[in-house]
């Protein structure tokens, strides 16, 4: 879809649209502001980058990659607009040295995400989703019992759970954890006394052998790449709880994987796998105890709508030359 103009307009190049409205269920005419030359594309190849973003003056994005080969190759570009919270996608450093702003939309996903985790939870104790299963495959009808207890299931009152990484999703996952009369640990660099006073700050190793669920919510850095590997669950309880809906690329899939298999891990739960859309052959899509979802946590229509509106308001402060929200480089 094209915003008639004329040609000394600047461009506004949407490269990955569907990451957003790919349903049909959110409107995208926030970013038809007048005065500009909007475009938009489903998707974009690698390849296909440069010749779709020659002529631009912004790009919005969300998961194209832009190397400093590839920027160097857009010199009309001023501003790109991440559609998400994470930036790994695009060298900052490049584009600083182009004097290309880079903004990402914080914070927009810190409910849905933290609502997905304790769906995960849920689901782990009340096994809502087994039961549901097999009651369709006529289990309940050929029971003699009025109740099938076939697999115990468990309450969140009084257990452990610790959030890796207390940012904005960490935090309000404590808040949705509180009522449940859980016990809320923290591993962060935070002191305790930068915490809300019912969580406490724990040990990443304390929390893999003590807790009955960690939830890996810190961004993904050389420090944390990785860190969750045989090595640390080694020392794991066995029983133990894993969520991540941080990044796939934080814990090592085939470690992973093979605590699963030899029952040294309880269950897996994740949002995120290091290749997306993953290849037939991860090891995690056909472990025992392992539950992928396709990377969905984030993106209720509410969310979305956030990173939209957020989209807008630096476009429009950028077109009005005012001051940009989020610049991360």
Same mark, same amino acid.
């Given at each position: 879809?094209?915003?008639?103009?004329?040609?000394?307009?600047?461009?506004?190049?949407?490269? !990955?649209?569907?990451?957003?409205?790919?349903?049909? !269920?959110?409107?995208?005419?926030?970013?038809?502001?007048?005065?500009?030359?909007?475009?938009?594309?489903?998707?974009?190849?690698?390849?296909?980058?440069?010749?779709?973003?020659?002529?631009?003056?912004?790009?919005?994005?969300?998961?194209?990659?832009?190397?400093?080969?590839?920027?160097?190759?857009?010199?009309?570009?001023?501003?790109?607009?991440?559609?998400?919270?994470?930036?790994?996608?695009?060298?900052?450093?490049?584009?600083?040295?182009?004097?290309? !702003?880079?903004?990402?939309? +914080?914070?927009?996903?810190?409910?849905?995400?933290?609502?997905?985790?304790?769906?995960?939870?849920?689901?782990?104790?009340?096994?809502?989703?087994?039961?549901?299963?097999?009651?369709?495959?006529?289990?309940?009808?050929? %029971?003699?019992?009025?109740?099938?207890?076939?697999?115990?299931?468990?309450?969140?009152?009084?257990?452990?759970?610790?959030?890796?990484?207390?940012?904005?999703?960490?935090?309000?996952?404590?808040?949705?954890?509180?009522?449940?009369?859980?016990?809320?640990?923290?591993?962060?660099?935070?002191?305790?006394?930068?915490?809300?006073?019912?969580?406490?700050?724990?040990?990443?190793?304390?929390?893999?052998?003590? %807790?009955?669920?960690?939830?890996?919510?810190?961004?993904?850095?050389?420090?944390?790449?990785?860190?969750?590997?045989?090595?640390?669950?080694?020392?794991?309880?066995?029983?133990?709880?894993?969520?991540?809906? +941080?990044?796939?690329?934080?814990?090592?899939?085939?470690?992973?994987?093979?605590?699963?298999?030899?029952?040294?891990?309880?269950?897996?739960?994740? !949002?995120?796998?290091?290749?997306?859309?993953?290849?037939?052959?991860?090891?995690?899509?056909?472990?025992?105890?392992?539950?992928?979802?396709?990377?969905?946590?984030?993106?209720?229509?509410?969310?979305?709508?956030?990173?939209?509106?957020?989209?807008?308001?630096?476009?429009?402060?950028?077109?009005?030359?005012?001051?940009?929200?989020?610049?991360?480089?």
């Amino acid at each position: 879809m094209t915003t008639p103009s004329t040609p000394t307009q600047p461009l506004v190049v949407f490269l !990955d649209s569907d990451v957003l409205s790919g349903h049909g !269920d959110l409107d995208l005419s926030p970013l038809h502001i007048n005065g500009v030359r909007f475009k938009q594309y489903p998707r974009t190849a690698s390849e296909d980058i440069v010749e779709r973003a020659a002529q631009a003056e912004v790009i919005v994005t969300n998961k194209c990659q832009f190397t400093a080969e590839i920027l160097a190759r857009l010199p009309r570009l001023r501003l790109i607009l991440e559609a998400a919270t994470g930036y790994d996608n695009i060298d900052i450093t490049a584009a600083r040295q182009q004097h290309i !702003d880079v903004c990402n939309v +914080a914070g927009y996903a810190r409910m849905p995400v933290a609502q997905t985790i304790v769906a995960y939870l849920l689901d782990h104790c009340n096994r809502v989703a087994h039961y549901a299963h097999e009651s369709r495959q006529g289990a309940w009808t050929q %029971c003699k019992d009025f109740c099938r207890l076939a697999h115990p299931t468990l309450e969140l009152h009084h257990k452990r759970v610790a959030i890796v990484g207390f940012g904005s999703i960490g935090a309000t996952l404590a808040e949705m954890l509180r009522p449940f009369g859980t016990e809320v640990f923290a591993v962060t660099s935070k002191k305790q006394t930068e915490l809300p006073t019912y969580v406490k700050k724990i040990s990443l190793e304390k929390a893999f052998a003590t %807790c009955f669920a960690v939830s890996l919510n810190c961004p993904l850095t050389p420090s944390t790449r990785e860190f969750v590997n045989k090595s640390l669950l080694a020392h794991a309880h066995p029983d133990l709880l894993l969520i991540n809906t +941080a990044r796939g690329a934080v814990v090592n899939e085939y470690d992973v994987a093979q605590a699963l298999y030899e029952d040294r891990l309880g269950a897996y739960y994740a !949002d995120v796998l290091c290749q997306e859309p993953p290849k037939e052959n991860n090891p995690l899509l056909s472990a025992p105890r392992c539950h992928i979802t396709p990377h969905v946590a984030w993106a209720t229509i509410e969310a979305r709508n956030r990173i939209l509106q957020a989209l807008a308001q630096n476009l429009q402060a950028f077109l009005q030359g005012k001051p940009l929200n989020n610049i991360v480089n």
